[in-house]
């Protein structure tokens, strides 16, 4: 039971954290106001999380494993095509819905140090594998794929930073992203 219990609490917490990172940005929300959204303690707070950075940390963890697995759904199509375009519409919905904190990510999250450098390291890893997984029946050899999946992932990034450090909205701009990196991956 109590395991049940400390994890609602935790769950509270993040949600919490999640919404006012989302909203405000990480840099302009404090604990007090996580905890007094979560409706928890300051003591609950500091027993799940020995700081702000870990529980952002935390957070992008917890984000990250969702829209891996969401991609990896949505990986499921008829061709790579489809396949390709599911999976980028549904990643940039997911980074636009968190507009504040995937800036965080993609711009500020360097000050925290080596623990989220291993983590975004860990994320790119993960990616780069999806796509190549994707590759698979385009008849690359495996450099090529690799050049292509490097391609890929750097091209997104680039594109969610301009996007997110404008007005322009991920998902209103997504299409056309999409079907010309499509033309840079078709064969």
């Known amino acids: ?37 979560s409706n928890t303690s300051k003591g609950a707070f500091y027993f799940y999380f020995p700081g702000k950075k870990d529980l952002v940390i935390k957070l992008v963890e917890e984000l990250s494993d969702q829209l ?5 759904t949505k990986a499921k199509g008829d061709t790579f095509e489809e396949i390709f375009r599911s999976s980028l519409k549904e990643g940039f919905r997911i980074l636009d819905k968190y507009r504040e904190l995937t800036k965080f990510i993609f711009i500020e999250a360097f000050s ?4 989220f450098e291993e983590q975004r390291f860990s994320v790119r890893k993960k990616l780069e594998k999806l796509f190549c997984n994707m590759l698979s029946d385009q008849r690359f050899e495996e450099i090529e794929k ?23 909205s991920l998902a209103e701009i997504s299409d056309l992203f999409i079907e010309k990196l499509l033309k840079i991956v078709k064969k």
Request: glycine share 4%; proline share 1%; net charge positive.
């Open 112 to 115: 925290l140090g080596p623990q």
């Open 68 to 72: 891996i697995k969401k991609i990896e």
């Open 146 to 168: 690799y050049i292509v999946v490097t391609i890929i992932v750097g091209a997104i990034t680039e594109f969610v930073i301009d996007s997110i450090t404008s007005d322009k």
């Open 1 to 37: 039971m109590r395991t049940k219990k400390t994890s609602v609490i935790k769950n509270r917490i993040l949600k919490s954290a999640l919404r006012l990172f989302s909203n405000k940005g990480y840099h302009y929300t404090n604990v007090d106001e996580i905890v007094e959204d």
